[in-house]
């Protein structure tokens, strides 16, 4: 079964790859446009012997990173201590919702008159970004908070802190891994367009710049760079997210069927 | 009575606190990046006539709202065939998972190439970037339709169109909601992205504008109507989802109350 699920998907993508090559040889796209697949792959073989390339490569996912680990740092505290507090729930929650769906773009104008095009504006953007992300899962999982689990660990003469530890903590984790996985991919889009946009160094720049000056299927194959970024967050974020709740019955659950 | 007047505080207190400090904390401000919000609001009106919102938030949500359309059809349509097929599910599942990871405003550059910088380009943008999200939870959740339920449905004889909307996309409209929830917040993004690239109007084209003549407070108040547009943009989708979605709240909730 899943021998011929790999099989299948191999084929997707040996197909998906064949008709890159096939459509622009055929004529039916501008080469110009659209290079065939074996000229992206040139191109991306090009970017990976040049020194320039991993620099750029650097600078994005340091972004990404210091970003998503400030975003999920005060999330979490954040979220925590809003839960916590009496009343802090409620008086924060119009708050939250009015700052939530702000697009973090709009901040795009912001940050260059700020920080010019330097790493501090794409913190800006990709901060603001996932905070929320991560916040509104925190937040939703202390809600779930069993009453039952809270009374006994109480009656167990548990603190304040202990409680936090032992019984909310645990309760939330599952929202918490929710929440990182989302924000590590709303942090990486984040990252790319500040650079993109802004002309932060990184691949978004590079993108930008093989644009301008025409480098078609060199930009092609920073796209694709993107992309395998990309999928590389989501597969690691996923697999983080099972380490961790390899204890939780949802996971549990998955891996019994 | 008391009850309402408490909530009434919980939900203005803190945004009047909050505005109630940026106006005291920019009051005297002399730091030409963050004018007084005194400033800001004296300027809102003048620059936000009712010329510019018909030549510039206008066009921006029209693009906004036919990209989105043309993603959630495309999404739900593809993602229902490909989730009803467990062989066209897994051979398409490797490229699916690349074309969703690739940061959607890196496509910007691709269809400029393609499509110019009208409004076409724009609207390509909205749905290319906004189409995966969709597609890919309406996959999992015509995946997921309950199999008891698609048999019954079967048994008595429920097949075709009726079976396709009474059955198949009825149980897999929470997650098809959850994912146009997602790429909402995404629309919003590469609306003002493609504009600020390329464009002649719209709002992402006009707040660079005043940024790049340091217009400074107005350039303020354009952020403030973007964060205004997402969150009006939300409650409409928030109000939408609760009609659509009422009974699956309703099921919730009673099944959470019924352990």
């Given at each position: 079964m899943r021998g011929t699920n790999a099989v299948l998907g191999a084929t997707g993508l040996a197909v998906f790859l064949a008709l890159g090559e096939a459509v622009p040889r055929l004529g039916l796209v501008k080469e110009a446009y659209f290079p065939p697949v074996a000229r992206i792959a040139g191109a991306l073989g090009d970017e990976l012997s040049d020194d320039t390339f991993w620099t750029a490569l650097g600078d994005t996912l340091t972004g990404w990173a210091l970003g998503l680990a400030v975003a999920v740092s005060a999330g979490i505290v954040v979220g925590v201590l809003v839960s916590v507090v009496p009343?802090?729930?409620?008086?924060?929650?119009?708050?939250?919702?009015?700052?939530?769906?702000?697009?973090?773009?709009?901040?795009?104008?912001?940050?260059?008159?700020?920080?010019?095009?330097?790493?501090?504006?794409?913190?800006?953007?990709?901060?603001?970004?996932?905070?929320?992300?991560?916040?509104?899962?925190?937040?939703?999982?202390?809600?779930?908070?069993?009453?039952?689990?809270?009374?006994?660990?109480?009656?167990?003469?548990?603190?304040?802190?202990?409680?936090?530890?032992?019984?909310?903590?645990?309760?939330?984790?599952?929202?918490?891994?929710?929440?990182?996985?989302?924000?590590?991919?709303?942090?990486?889009?984040?990252?790319?367009?500040?650079?993109?946009?802004?002309?932060?160094?990184?691949?978004?720049?590079?993108?930008?710049?093989?644009?301008?000056?025409?480098?078609?299927?060199?930009?092609?194959?920073?796209?694709?760079?993107?992309?395998?970024?990309?999928?590389?967050?989501?597969?690691?974020?996923?697999?983080?997210?099972?380490?961790a709740l390899a204890w939780h019955q949802s996971v549990r659950g998955e891996v019994a069927v | 009575m008391t009850r309402f007047l408490l909530r009434l505080v919980f939900l203005l207190a803190l945004p009047l606190v909050l505005l109630g400090l940026w106006w005291l904390a920019s009051d005297d401000s002399t730091n030409p990046f963050w004018p007084p919000l005194r400033t800001i609001l004296t300027t809102f009106p003048d620059v936000w006539t009712a010329e510019r919102l018909r030549a510039d938030v206008l066009p921006s949500i029209l693009r906004l709202s036919a990209g989105y359309a043309v993603a959630a059809v495309v999404g739900v349509a593809v993602g229902t065939v490909i989730g009803s097929y467990r062989r066209v599910r897994a051979l398409c599942e490797p490229v699916l998972?690349?074309?969703?990871?690739?940061?959607?405003?890196?496509?910007?550059?691709?269809?400029?190439?393609?499509?110019?910088?009208d409004d076409t380009m724009k609207i390509t943008v909205i749905a290319s970037g906004c189409v995966w999200p969709i597609l890919l939870n309406t996959v999992e959740g015509v995946r997921a339709v309950d199999p008891v339920m698609a048999e019954t449905a079967r048994s008595y004889g429920i097949t075709g169109a009726a079976r396709l909307r009474n059955v198949v996309l009825r149980s897999a409209s929470p997650q098809i909601f959850a994912g146009l929830r997602q790429a909402l917040s995404i629309a919003i993004i590469l609306m003002v992205i493609s504009e600020m690239f390329a464009a002649s109007n719209g709002l992402g084209f006009t707040i660079v504008q005043f940024q790049r003549g340091f217009a400074i407070p107005d350039m303020w108040t354009g952020i403030l109507v973007l964060g205004l547009l997402g969150f009006v943009l939300s409650v409409v989708f928030q109000l939408v989802e609760r009609r659509v979605l009422g009974w699956y709240h309703g099921l919730r909730a009673s099944a959470r109350r019924s352990p």
């Amino acid at each position: 079964m899943r021998g011929t699920n790999a099989v299948l998907g191999a084929t997707g993508l040996a197909v998906f790859l064949a008709l890159g090559e096939a459509v622009p040889r055929l004529g039916l796209v501008k080469e110009a446009y659209f290079p065939p697949v074996a000229r992206i792959a040139g191109a991306l073989g090009d970017e990976l012997s040049d020194d320039t390339f991993w620099t750029a490569l650097g600078d994005t996912l340091t972004g990404w990173a210091l970003g998503l680990a400030v975003a999920v740092s005060a999330g979490i505290v954040v979220g925590v201590l809003v839960s916590v507090v009496p009343y802090l729930r409620e008086a924060t929650a119009s708050t939250i919702e009015f700052l939530r769906p702000i697009p973090s773009v709009a901040l795009i104008p912001l940050a260059v008159l700020l920080y010019g095009s330097e790493l501090r504006s794409v913190l800006l953007l990709v901060i603001y970004a996932s905070f929320w992300q991560v916040l509104v899962q925190v937040l939703y999982g202390i809600q779930d908070l069993d009453p039952v689990a809270d009374e006994t660990a109480r009656s167990y003469g548990l603190g304040s802190w202990a409680r936090i530890r032992y019984v909310l903590w645990p309760t939330a984790l599952p929202y918490v891994m929710t929440g990182v996985r989302l924000a590590a991919a709303v942090a990486l889009i984040l990252t790319v367009t500040a650079e993109l946009v802004i002309g932060a160094p990184g691949l978004g720049a590079r993108i930008a710049i093989a644009q301008n000056s025409q480098a078609v299927p060199e930009m092609y194959a920073l796209i694709v760079v993107t992309g395998l970024l990309g999928l590389v967050i989501n597969v690691g974020a996923r697999t983080v997210e099972r380490r961790a709740l390899a204890w939780h019955q949802s996971v549990r659950g998955e891996v019994a069927v | 009575m008391t009850r309402f007047l408490l909530r009434l505080v919980f939900l203005l207190a803190l945004p009047l606190v909050l505005l109630g400090l940026w106006w005291l904390a920019s009051d005297d401000s002399t730091n030409p990046f963050w004018p007084p919000l005194r400033t800001i609001l004296t300027t809102f009106p003048d620059v936000w006539t009712a010329e510019r919102l018909r030549a510039d938030v206008l066009p921006s949500i029209l693009r906004l709202s036919a990209g989105y359309a043309v993603a959630a059809v495309v999404g739900v349509a593809v993602g229902t065939v490909i989730g009803s097929y467990r062989r066209v599910r897994a051979l398409c599942e490797p490229v699916l998972e690349f074309l969703r990871a690739i940061p959607p405003p890196v496509l910007i550059p691709v269809i400029m190439l393609f499509a110019g910088i009208d409004d076409t380009m724009k609207i390509t943008v909205i749905a290319s970037g906004c189409v995966w999200p969709i597609l890919l939870n309406t996959v999992e959740g015509v995946r997921a339709v309950d199999p008891v339920m698609a048999e019954t449905a079967r048994s008595y004889g429920i097949t075709g169109a009726a079976r396709l909307r009474n059955v198949v996309l009825r149980s897999a409209s929470p997650q098809i909601f959850a994912g146009l929830r997602q790429a909402l917040s995404i629309a919003i993004i590469l609306m003002v992205i493609s504009e600020m690239f390329a464009a002649s109007n719209g709002l992402g084209f006009t707040i660079v504008q005043f940024q790049r003549g340091f217009a400074i407070p107005d350039m303020w108040t354009g952020i403030l109507v973007l964060g205004l547009l997402g969150f009006v943009l939300s409650v409409v989708f928030q109000l939408v989802e609760r009609r659509v979605l009422g009974w699956y709240h309703g099921l919730r909730a009673s099944a959470r109350r019924s352990p």
